[in-house]
Structures are given as structure tokens and as C-alpha cells.
């Protein structure tokens, strides 16, 4: 997959297999690769499941901003961070930000340890335990500048087909059930979702209304007319 040119990979992945349980908390959606051939090759699909995996979490970290939740770093621990750097690549393209892999073979366990310390009075406070005992080695991953125009096309093409894929959702879904089984809850985040999906990705007045029209659609399909 390394060697593929994984920023020209055509492929497009939702990683919905179990639903969607972040931005869209829609547990009825279900995942789909988009752009299959004859000629795919078995590392092609293994990239756009990175691929995929990486931009629902860069439509979380969005969607956070967008509510005011300031974030300055990101920092991965566990096994696969130290394990593939690939993958670790691709999240920083894809998240157009730096990363930092925490050097530490049981990361979460380090972290259950300091609170094991302080409970225990090893530590007086829980910044002296974090001081002593907290991981100092770190790996870095930064976006490379060269490749930003293409990864960000990947990026829009990923919110263009899971924003038609949520809504085919909602298409399938009686408004019986987003009435009376307390699915409403979703739809003003979809319809949100939808937005930052498409209208992001249209600079002509008459694609804006466009996606208006679409919008108000949507709303009137769900029951909702505000």
C-alpha cells in the first residue's frame, strides 16, 4: 500500500460497518466501498479503509471545532500507532495536522498505573505522578505539503458520498420511526452534517441554492419544516 501512491487511490470507503455512532449517531447506516473495478487490487482497499477510517475522524474533530472545542494536539498510544507508520502517514495527510505517537509499549496501562500511584500515596499530587512517571519519548507525523492538494480530494469525495449514503439512510426510514422512536434527536445534526458535506465543496450562487433546496427537501422528508 506504501508504495502504491496511496494519495492517488480512487477508492472511497465508509467504515459504517456497525452503523454510525459519532457525528451522524445513526445506528441503521450501514458502510460501503465506493469506485470498485476488475483491476482493484487487494492493497487498494486496504488503503481506503485507512483512508476512510481517517477522514470520519477528521469529520470529528470538525464537527467539535464547529462547537467551540479547541484542540491543540493529537497524540496516539497503543499498538498499531508504533506498529504502522502507514497508517499513522495517512491520518496526517488526512487530518492536515501533525501527530504525535507516544513511544510506550502499554500506553493506557501507564495511564491506569499513575492513578494506581497516586491512589496508593506514591505521589502527592496527581501532576508529580504524571511528571515522574508520564511518557517522555514521542514519534512525529507531519502532513506532507507536497501531497495537500490531492489528500484534501480525497477528503471532499469522502463527505460527498457519505453525505448521499446518510441521506438515502433517512430516505429508507419511515418518519414513523424518527417520531415515535426518538430518532428525531438525529436529524438536525444530519441535517448540519449535510452542510458542512456539500456546501463546502460549491462556490457558485447557484450551488448554494441548489444545496438550500436540497436541504429544505431533506427537512420537509424527515417531518420537520423549520
Same mark, same amino acid.
Given at each position: 500500500? !506504501?508504495?502504491?501512491?496511496?494519495?492517488?487511490?480512487?477508492?472511497?470507503?465508509?467504515?459504517?460497518?456497525?452503523?454510525? /455512532?459519532?457525528?451522524?449517531?445513526?445506528?441503521?447506516?450501514?458502510?460501503?466501498?465506493?469506485?470498485?473495478?476488475?483491476?482493484?487490487?487487494? !492493497?487498494?482497499?486496504?488503503?481506503?479503509? %485507512?483512508?476512510?477510517?481517517? +477522514?470520519?475522524?477528521?469529520?470529528?474533530? !470538525?464537527?467539535?471545532?464547529?462547537?467551540? %472545542?479547541?484542540?491543540?494536539?493529537?497524540?496516539? +498510544?497503543?499498538?498499531?500507532?508504533?506498529?504502522?507508520?502507514?497508517?499513522?502517514?495517512?491520518?496526517?495527510?488526512?487530518?492536515?495536522?501533525?501527530?504525535?505517537?507516544?513511544?510506550?509499549?502499554?500506553?493506557?496501562?501507564?495511564?491506569?498505573?499513575?492513578?494506581?500511584?497516586?491512589?496508593?500515596?506514591?505521589?502527592?499530587?496527581?501532576?508529580?505522578?504524571?511528571?515522574?512517571?508520564? %511518557?517522555?519519548?514521542?514519534?512525529?507525523?507531519?502532513?506532507?505539503?507536497?501531497?495537500?492538494?490531492?489528500?484534501?480530494?480525497? =477528503? /471532499?469525495?469522502?463527505?460527498?458520498?457519505?453525505?448521499?449514503?446518510?441521506?438515502?439512510?433517512?430516505?429508507?426510514?419511515?418518519?414513523?420511526?424518527? /417520531?415515535?422512536?426518538?430518532?428525531?434527536?438525529?436529524?438536525?445534526?444530519?441535517?448540519?452534517?449535510? =452542510?458542512?458535506?456539500?456546501?463546502?465543496?460549491?462556490?457558485?450562487?447557484?450551488?448554494?441554492?441548489?444545496?438550500?433546496?436540497?436541504?429544505?427537501?431533506?427537512?420537509?422528508?424527515?417531518? /420537520?419544516?423549520?
Amino acid at each position: 500500500a !506504501e508504495v502504491s501512491q496511496p494519495w492517488q487511490c480512487g477508492l472511497t470507503v465508509l467504515d459504517w460497518w456497525n452503523g454510525n /455512532r459519532n457525528v451522524l449517531c445513526n445506528l441503521n447506516l450501514r458502510g460501503a466501498i465506493q469506485g470498485l473495478t476488475l483491476g482493484t487490487r487487494p !492493497e487498494d482497499i486496504y488503503t481506503a479503509m %485507512v483512508q476512510g477510517i481517517a +477522514c470520519g475522524t477528521r469529520k470529528i474533530l !470538525e464537527t467539535c471545532m464547529d462547537d467551540g %472545542v479547541e484542540i491543540k494536539n493529537i497524540v496516539a +498510544c497503543g499498538g498499531i500507532p508504533q506498529k504502522n507508520p502507514f497508517l499513522m502517514r495517512q491520518y496526517a495527510n488526512l487530518l492536515n495536522r501533525p501527530l504525535r505517537v507516544a513511544c510506550a509499549n502499554e500506553g493506557p496501562a501507564m495511564g491506569a498505573a499513575i492513578f494506581a500511584a497516586c491512589a496508593a500515596g506514591a505521589y502527592a499530587t496527581f501532576a508529580d505522578a504524571v511528571a515522574h512517571m508520564q %511518557v517522555k519519548t514521542f514519534l512525529e507525523y507531519r502532513p506532507q505539503p507536497e501531497r495537500h492538494d490531492a489528500y484534501e480530494g480525497i =477528503y /471532499r469525495r469522502f463527505c460527498r458520498f457519505s453525505c448521499s449514503r446518510a441521506l438515502r439512510g433517512v430516505r429508507h426510514q419511515s418518519i414513523y420511526e424518527y /417520531r415515535h422512536r426518538g430518532i428525531g434527536v438525529h436529524l438536525p445534526c444530519l441535517h448540519h452534517y449535510f =452542510y458542512r458535506a456539500v456546501g463546502n465543496s460549491v462556490s457558485s450562487v447557484a450551488g448554494l441554492r441548489a444545496v438550500h433546496r436540497a436541504g429544505s427537501a431533506y427537512y420537509k422528508l424527515c417531518g /420537520r419544516h423549520d
